[in-house]
């Protein structure tokens, strides 16, 4: 691992305190915060999962060049809806040396039933699932 990449979840930004505290952590280690594109637009409503992947990519991509590695050398992560992404650009073919997952949304609030989950055994490599137990999205089983 040479760098890590992490995203916001939906209703935040870069800024958020569990991204901060994350890059604080990890020094001297290289990390890049990112903000998606509807975030740098002023939006609060986030846009559809490619275009969000693709932000993912395109951050993971500028960060392994900034540090001189390839993309396969950086851990990709975030907390909920930005870790998603991550996983799901990983599952689609984007190279990352791991996934740092926090506050993972396993399912919508309430809807246990609607599993975000397809996509996991697609990944193979190193992931890292964080989660508290009262995560509205990520309810335990009964």
Do not use: W
């Amino acid at each position: 691992m040479a760098a890590v990449l992490l995203t916001p979840g939906a209703g935040s930004d870069r800024n958020h305190p569990e991204l901060v505290a994350i890059e604080s952590a990890l020094q001297p280690l290289p990390v890049m915060r990112l903000d998606f594109p509807y975030r740098r637009e002023g939006r609060r409503a986030p846009d559809r999962a490619p275009k969000l992947m693709a932000a993912v990519a395109e951050a993971a991509i500028a960060l392994a060049r900034r540090i001189g590695a390839g993309p396969d050398r950086v851990v990709l992560g975030g907390r909920s809806m930005g870790g998603r992404m991550c996983s799901m650009a990983v599952a689609e073919g984007l190279p990352a040396a791991g996934l740092v997952l926090v506050a993972y949304p396993l399912h919508p609030p309430g809807r246990p039933d609607r599993l975000r989950t397809a996509h996991l055994p697609a990944l193979a490599l190193p992931c890292l699932f964080v989660s508290g137990t009262r995560d509205p999205f990520a309810t335990p089983p009964s």
